[in-house]
């Protein structure tokens, strides 16, 4: 960074809470963008759940939240509901940013219903993300690229979503798993995506199965795809 570029940053100060429950992620997120001194990016407070989450945020009142949608407690959408008057501070309100592995419609869905100001993917850049982190600040929505048409699609219709009784059965982290599933990944790398042990992505598959009175993986990968959640 130039000195020019660092001059810049001292002008630009954001306090930022990293909510996630894997805390080597969190590490690699602070090194990315904690030097403050050159990014102007200051974290305040980390969180591995959704308890801790609300204490933290509650306590330091950061100006942006960096979220995580799957978390112990209830997950993103749990911290966002808790922290509503929080946002809704008519002065210095606290913004949500969801970082996410997950690039699911309904997981987007939920945390923007929720309040949150955008949502990126966890293979975002450094830079972007400093620079993602301070246009929330500033009240803009951000999203990863092709997420934004989620919403866009959500919210132009006035038509409420048809219920799926049979998706309505598995849990956040085992939709996430059976997409995955779909879209041909081996357990070892969905064990790496979801930063879990390959027996848990055997659990959750043989749980997707049992609940959906399925047999494989080709006939789960058929379910999906007919219900375009691949």
């Known amino acids: 960074m130039t000195t020019e570029e660092t001059e810049g940053a001292a002008r630009r100060h954001v306090r930022v809470v990293l909510v996630d429950d894997h805390r080597m992620f969190r590490t690699g997120v602070q090194a990315e963008i904690g030097d403050t001194a050159a990014t102007g990016v200051e974290v305040v407070g980390e969180a591995a ?14 100006d942006v939240v960096l979220l995580d949608v799957h978390l112990p407690g209830g997950g993103g959408v749990e911290v966002l509901r808790r922290s509503a008057p929080l946002m809704a501070a008519q002065e210095a309100p606290v913004r949500f940013l969801a970082l996410s592995v997950s690039d699911a419609a309904d997981d987007v869905i939920g945390v923007i219903r929720g309040g949150a100001r955008g949502y990126v993917t966890k293979t975002i850049t450094g830079t ?44 956040q982290r085992e939709r996430e798993v059976l997409r995955l599933i779909a879209r041909g990944y081996a357990y070892k790398e969905i064990a790496k995506q ?3 042990s ?33």
């Open 128 to 171: 972007d993300l400093i620079d993602a982190i301070f246009r929330v600040k500033d009240g803009d929505a951000v999203f990863s690229p092709r997420l934004a048409g989620f919403v866009l699609d959500a919210f132009a219709s006035t038509d409420a979503p048809p219920v799926d009784e049979d998706l309505d059965r598995l849990t």
């Open 198 to 230: 390959v027996k848990t992505v055997e659990s959750h598959v043989s749980a997707v199965l049992r609940k959906l009175q399925l047999s494989n993986r080709h006939e789960l990968t058929r379910w999906a795809t007919a219900r375009r959640l691949v």
């Open 49 to 62: 759940d959704v308890d801790q989450a609300v204490t933290v945020i509650t306590a330091t009142r950061p």
């Open 194 to 196: 979801l930063f879990i």
